[in-house]
T-cell receptor, first 114, second 115 residues
Framework: GESVGLHLPTLSVQEGDNSIINCAYSNSASDYFIWYKQESGKGPQFIIDIRSNMDKRQGQRVTVLLNKTVKHLSLQIAATQPGDSAVYFCAENRGSGNTGKLIFGQGTTLQVKP | SAVISQKPSRDICQRGTSLTIQCQVDSQVTMMFWYRQQPGQSLTLIATANQGSEATYESGFVIDKFPISRPNLTFSTLTVSNMSPEDSSIYLC????????????FGQGTRLTVV
């Protein structure tokens, strides 16, 4: 069935290293993707987004890469810090026109070791 | 960024009762969205609430179980009716960033435990 999924449930990295969190999607009609960070007891926090007419977008310490050929999305976090420890979700909008109407992946827990 | 406040932040409820969750936004927004996050899982969209019309529900969610109100452009409520332990989840409202695509903002969520 159609889904947005993540390759790994947990990622453990050393402080200062770069982190890469992956996400696969199955619907070629999806045209908008968002990465969210969720800390314990809080709602998801927007990190970065990308539209299907782009293959890369950079923010502060974060980069999102989109490979439409293989329907793959990744989030790269540079110089990972303890404050980056959280669950990361990718989400897609399937061309509904409402960017708030999202399909979420299952989430990857990022653990940053000091 | 939009400021979204949800009430209550958490509650423990008896099975068979109902709970109404409130979502207040600090600016007018066209669309508000309600999501459910079951323990240890991802978010699932329940419904889209548009001011002045009936909410649109996603597959697997019905109005009788999750009635939604949207009386104005800054406020919405979600009621979880006739609760069972399976309804124990975090319920979150979100809004699209006003006047700009992208950046759907979320409230902090309501953690519901049904006993």
């Amino acid at each position: 069935g159609e889904s947005v999924g993540l390759h790994l449930p947990t990622l453990s990295v050393q402080e200062g290293d770069n982190s890469i969190i992956n996400c696969a999607y199955s619907n070629s009609a999806s045209d908008y993707f968002i990465w969210y960070k969720q800390e314990s007891g809080k709602g998801p926090q927007f990190i970065i987004d990308i539209r299907s007419n782009m293959d890369k977008r950079q923010g502060q310490r974060v980069t999102v890469l989109l490979n439409k050929t293989v329907k793959h999305l990744s989030l790269q976090i540079a110089a990972t810090q303890p404050g980056d420890s959280a669950v990361y979700f990718c989400a897609e909008n399937r061309g509904s026109g409402n960017t708030g109407k999202l399909i979420f992946g299952q989430g990857t827990t990022l653990q940053v070791k000091p | 960024s939009a400021v979204i406040s949800q009430k209550p932040s958490r509650d423990i409820c008896q099975r068979g009762t109902s709970l109404t969750i409130q979502c207040q936004v600090d600016s007018q927004v066209t669309m508000m969205f309600w999501y459910r996050q079951q323990p240890g899982q991802s978010l699932t969209l329940i419904a889209t609430a548009n001011q002045g019309s009936e909410a649109t529900y996603e597959s697997g969610f019905v109005i009788d179980k999750f009635p939604i109100s949207r009386p104005n452009l800054t406020f919405s409520t979600l009621t979880v009716s006739n609760m069972s332990p399976e309804d124990s989840s975090i319920y979150l409202c979100s809004v699209e960033r006003g006047g700009r695509e992208g950046e759907a903002f979320f409230g902090q969520g309501t953690r519901l435990t049904v006993v």
